[in-house]
């Protein structure tokens, strides 16, 4: 008996161990060795509603929050933190719009997330600044109802296989972080 886990986050627990056992032990070192992106075990951890733990019901989640991700992500990082990583990397891309974006926003995206039927991607990195938000180069531009990016990003966690981009850029860099 576990005395500090709910029924539901047990189950959680149960279920993203049943996953790793049987969906990623086979082919973690496959997937690895190969650079194989692990599409069956999003779509595993979409069909048992692993995927929107931390988004909230409205937008077709689970409700849960940050606590709910880390049991799923912990119990399939104990067999490869690699594929674990997509489910994680989603989340780093998620959070920004669970945060900060408008309702309109929110409505667009997370139901996709939540299902699983989309991945995020979040970009902060930079060659000169590295993951130093306040060094960075990139700037956003409102023109209209919509932002001009300008910039260079690389190691955009989960950017080859994600459809929604939370992109890190400054608005006005002459405010510095405040910006």
Known sequence: MNWFLTEEQQMIVDT???IAQKKILPVREKYDHDGIFPWDVVKACAEADLCGLYIPEQYGGFGGGVFELCLAVEELSKVCGGISLAMAATA???FPILL????EQKKKYLPDIASGRRLAAFGLTEANAG???????TTAVKNGDHYILNGTK???????NAEIYTIIA????TKGARA
């Open 131 to 137: 993951s130093d938000a306040l060094s960075m180069k």
């Open 92 to 94: 780093l891309g998620t």
């Open 16 to 18: 993203a161990r049943e």
């Open 154 to 160: 690389q190691w955009i966690t989960n950017g080859e």
């Open 100 to 103: 900060f974006a408008t309702d």
């Open 170 to 173: 400054k608005t006005n860099p």
